[in-house]
């Protein structure tokens, strides 16, 4: 096993993401190297799937977009979660780079070009040493903020 | 015997950690069992999550048991002094090591700073001088070292992800 998956196996294993597990805030769906599929529950209890790029884990952070389980492929923007006007509709941008990552700091693909979040936002940049619980925590608070409104279709 | 997953925080742990231990295990043996494993200090006392007093240690673990995952907190200061800052005013309070930070805020943010529900959700707890952001599960204790059970924090708004945006029209 590569050192990259060890350790995210590894941090899989620790407290804080089984916490996270037993309070239903996120679980485990697949593994399957490089990629990870975790599912986050929202305000309403909707779980949202997350596709993970986890190569060079933890060195690189991961990137992630929202995923279709059911289908194995991206989540259509129609079942996205949407926003009241906060903060959701900006990590939520189905406009960036074509909804293949969120727009988030501590997402790998959008934090290149991004250099002034070092010092505007440094508590959302990627910490290795917190591993991809940093991430899951970020999205979660964002799902059950109040900013956060349920997709504009039913989940079919 | 059926074993059970104990999340406990501490100060000095950089995270939670997690233990099995049998459902009929006192909250004393439980103590003892942490203690040998982190060398802690004798004067550790365990509370449970968002509880002010220290528990009983004659408690068994299936009796403080919650079906969202059992959590305690190992700390030597009985009490935390917090003072927390929002546009321009301190506030003290006081509270178990083991209250979340999420407890925290929300309190500070509606009692003390007669913050609305919603505006009190789009707040967050900084640590004072720095950038840290504790996470809403983060146990205060965490974030402090006996014998200075005290920590300064600022409220302030959360941020929303911009800038750069130039490169996605």
Known sequence: MAPDERALLGDLEKGLFRLGVAEQNWRLERVQWPKVHIALRARDCRWFSLRFDCTNYPVWAPTACLWDFERDACLVVELWPKSRGGRVAAVFNPGWKDGSALYLPCDRETMPGHDAWLTTMPALVWRPADGI????EIVHELLTSHDYAQPAVPTP | MEQTSIFYQSEGLASVEVIEVER???VAALL???VNKHRWSSEVVLFAEDIDEALDAAL???EIETTSGTKVHAHRCRKIDVAVTFNGTTLPYEYAPSATIARIKRHVAIEGFHLSEEAAAEHVLQIKGS???????THLGALVHHPQCRIAFDLVPKVRVQGAYE???
């Open chain 2, 131 to 137: 950038t840290t952001q504790p996470a809403p599960g």
């Open chain 2, 32 to 34: 003892e069992i942490l």
């Open chain 1, 133 to 136: 619980v940093q991430y899951l």
């Open chain 2, 60 to 62: 068994l673990v299936r």
């Open chain 2, 24 to 26: 009929e295990t006192t």
């Open chain 2, 167 to 169: 490169t996605i029209g």
